[in-house]
């Protein structure tokens, strides 16, 4: 048996006042209360909404309270403020998903709208000019006329590039000789070398080393290097020829007196760089061999696939290695373990 509850209207539950029951009944067929807000507004509920004090005015409240955590939320204003290139002017239109959007003047003249979020951290600095302004700018060639770059100078661009898709420049050079060169290149070679010039041979000779014949008699620095790399010219394996053992000594010989000639002329040269050099003096030995023997068979004469007859090396197979120069092997021939020819030849000279 239900229990009627006694009437309550003339009471007051928070902001509401309660008016009477209402003619209509809700869907899951409760008594509904008329109410009125201390707003004005005039709502209908059931008894169980606003006699157990959970809602205890229309939304008004509700409402209120999210506009002041909206208000404590909200940045001051900031019209006036300069944020990279963009003025603000002030509010702009509402956006249903960001919000309120401020309206700002960029330096080129255009007005657009953003968010407070975007000014503050500086994601948006411009209208969008700035962003293709760096574009062009990154696919223009930087300026350096009258840049100077070691012996040359910039002149002006040549309108063409090179091997590697870079513009390239005219730059004088101190001799009076011009020559084109890109900007990466001309990095490149002032980051290794402080001696920049147009490359001539005729007016920078310095640019050009060309070694000297080897001495007689041998230099003891250069015996020593000999010495110290000599185990490298030996074969291990008795099927390949003497001959590519030959030519790995008299290449040798002549590595290990380049080295001794430039450390005679003050350059510093380590160790790593040393071996490098020797490792690299002795490289494709048994393919120079090879191509040497089957020039010197066909009388510098080689036949392609189609049998036509084309001239290789014709300057090679003019001089056998008995017209080199002989050298004595000084303080290199009683090497233990290492036994060396009386004479040892040489073909770079």
Not at 141 to 161: N, W
Request: glycine share 8%; with cysteine.
């Amino acid at each position: 048996m239900t229990v009627k509850k006694p009437d309550c209207t003339g009471q007051r539950f928070g902001l509401l006042t309660v008016l009477g029951i209402a003619e209509k009944r809700s869907k899951d067929n409760r008594q509904l209360w008329r109410l009125q807000c201390d707003c004005g507004k005039i709502i209908e509920r059931p008894r169980s909404n606003f006699a157990t004090h959970k809602n205890l005015s229309c939304g008004c409240q509700k409402r209120l309270r999210q506009i002041q955590r909206n208000q404590q939320r909200a940045k001051p204003d900031c019209t006036g403020q300069r944020f990279g290139m963009l003025l603000v002017l002030g509010l702009g239109s509402s956006h249903p998903k960001h919000g309120r959007l401020w309206k700002v003047l960029c330096d080129c003249g255009n007005i657009v709208e953003s968010t407070r979020t975007n000014l503050d951290s500086g994601r948006q600095i411009s209208c969008g000019c700035r962003g293709k302004q760096i574009l062009v700018d990154s696919r223009r060639p930087i300026d350096i006329k009258r840049v100077r770059f070691g012996d040359l100078v910039a002149i002006a661009l040549t309108g063409k590039k090179d091997l590697y898709n870079q513009p390239t420049w005219k730059l004088q050079c101190d001799c009076g000789n011009t020559c084109k060169i890109s900007l990466k290149i001309l990095n490149s070679k002032c980051k290794y070398n402080s001696n920049v010039n147009c490359g001539n041979r005729a007016d920078h000779p310095e640019n050009h080393c060309s070694y000297p014949p080897n001495p007689l008699p041998y230099p003891p620095e250069a015996g020593e290097l000999l010495i110290k790399y000599l185990p490298l010219t030996e074969l291990n394996y008795p099927l390949i020829d003497t001959a590519v053992e030959d030519e790995k000594r008299d290449r040798l010989l002549r590595a290990a007196w380049i080295l001794a000639y430039r450390r005679s002329q003050g350059e510093e040269i380590s160790e790593l760089h040393e071996k490098r050099y020797i490792y690299k003096s002795l490289r494709y030995c048994s393919i120079d061999v090879f191509w040497r023997r089957k020039l010197e068979q066909h009388g510098g004469f080689l036949y392609d696939v189609n049998g036509i007859k084309r001239q290789i090396g014709s300057t090679m197979t003019d001089l056998t290695s008995n017209n080199y120069p002989v050298i004595e092997a000084q303080g290199i021939i009683n090497v233990p373990n290492n036994p060396v020819s009386k004479h040892l030849r040489f073909r770079r000279c």
